[in-house]
């Protein structure tokens, strides 16, 4: 079926001379409604689809530059087929977007090289990669997130690969979609709105979890959270405040390291 598109404006339209004897074509201009209708219905472009799938197959898999007609019945004629040589190779070209959408919501202040080194690395290596390993996940790109023109962009197709494994289709409300582009691409809202839900991987992932990291299930993380906050962190931080300041003081250098490798150990 056809799930997007994109119809250009067209002012002109050319059609065959309908005056008895004559021949040739002629040149009409046309109303508004008929400007932005697709030319094509959708019938025609899911078989000429077929059509260019069954032709790239036939030359070995090249894409190929199809030239085709079509009658007053409906009846698609093939006129030329031949190799498209203007396409350069983009065996590297990254096959994922990256995304404002999710980063400004969490990091969306400007952002220094040196900064976004310590924390984006930190926040890559513990919310992406290690917990896709307690949870099992092998197929979701360990790249999070990257730096632009001093601010931080997501890589929205680890989000995907989240959403199709942790996110039934009726839990996929605004708030979720609004991470993503508008329409039917492949990281349109309305694509991953009906992504399937891969439940037997969110099982599994919640089984691996009371193996490998029992606070972290769902009914526990939050309450744990709460914990470690109430006792170890929010008092660190009273603590590191004071040294802080005590460091600023003194200009000691040797104690801003020690400090900053006391955080780490707490984080």
């Known amino acids: 079926r056809v799930i997007d ?3 250009g404006k067209k002012k002109f339209a050319i059609f065959s001379k309908e005056t008895n004897g004559d021949s040739g074509i002629e040149q009409k201009l046309l109303s508004e409604q008929k400007s932005t209708e697709s030319s094509l219905s959708d019938k025609i472009i899911i078989k ?10 036939i030359f070995g898999g090249k894409p190929q530059d199809i030239e085709w007609a ?19 190779p983009q065996k590297n070209r990254e096959k994922k977007m990256w995304s404002r959408g999710y980063s400004d919501d969490y990091w969306n202040d400007p952002v220094s090289p040196l900064f976004f080194e310590l924390l984006g690395e930190n926040l890559t290596k513990i919310v992406n990669i290690e917990l896709n390993s307690i949870l099992g996940y092998e197929n979701i790109d360990n790249k999070l997130l990257k730096l632009y023109n001093g601010h931080v962009y997501f890589n929205l197709n680890v989000l995907k690969l989240k959403v199709e494994n ?18 039917y691409g492949y990281y349109g809202k309305e694509t991953i709105k ?3 839900f891969h439940i ?6 919640e089984i691996r979890v009371m193996f490998y990291d029992p606070d972290g299930s769902i009914t526990k993380t939050a309450v744990k959270y709460d914990e470690w906050t109430n006792m170890i962190f929010n008092p660190f931080c009273i603590n590191f405040d004071l040294k802080f300041k005590k460091i ?7 104690a801003l390291f020690s400090l900053a490798e006391d955080l780490n150990r707490a984080m």
């Open 48 to 57: 000429l689809a077929r059509i260019g799938s069954k032709i790239e197959n």
């Open 5 to 7: 598109k994109r119809i």
């Open 248 to 254: 600023e003081d003194t200009s000691d250098g040797l």
């Open 166 to 183: 942790e996110i039934p289709k009726m839990l996929r409300n605004e708030d979720l979609l609004n991470y993503f582009p508008d329409g």
């Open 200 to 205: 037997k991987n969110r099982v599994i992932a």
């Open 70 to 88: 079509i009658d007053q019945d409906d009846r698609i004629y093939l006129l030329q087929s031949r190799p498209i040589t203007s396409m350069s």
């Open 194 to 196: 009906n992504l399937p």
